[in-house]
Nanobody, 123 residues
């Protein structure tokens, strides 16, 4: 079993930055693909970014491309999502997810999820 815990959320002004962390335990992160998602009130969960096991490949949703950066350090069993140029519409609960399989965009491709961390962007 894999446990994921996000941290680093908070309140930030528009244009600001945050760095979200995702700490994994229970299994080594190197065997898992990772993804980040978010869910705003009243909206469906939205894919943001994914990263391969070796970090050689990354993929981003168009809505965050150029503003968010996904990364990982398997030796530290930790992944990150750097959020830059934040907008009020980025306000949501942010989740990290992991899976032994392909991962990618669909959230049902990920078996393991963290509890989420709140990001609030004020205008």
């Amino acid at each position: 079993q894999v446990q994921l815990v996000e941290s680093g959320g908070g309140l930030v002004q528009a244009g600001g930055s945050l760095r979200l962390s995702c700490a994994a335990s229970g299994r080594t992160l190197s065997s898992l693909v990772m993804g980040w998602f978010r869910q705003a009130p009243g909206k469906e969960r939205e894919f943001l970014a994914a990263i391969s096991r070796s970090a050689a490949s990354t993929y981003y949703a168009d809505s965050v491309k150029g503003r968010f950066t996904i990364s990982r350090d398997n030796a530290k069993n930790t992944g990150w999502l750097q959020l830059n140029s934040l907008k009020p519409e980025d306000t949501a609960v942010y989740y990290c997810a992991a899976d032994y399989g392909y991962g990618g965009i669909p959230d049902h491709n990920y078996a393991f999820w963290g509890p989420g961390t709140q990001v609030t962007v004020s205008s």
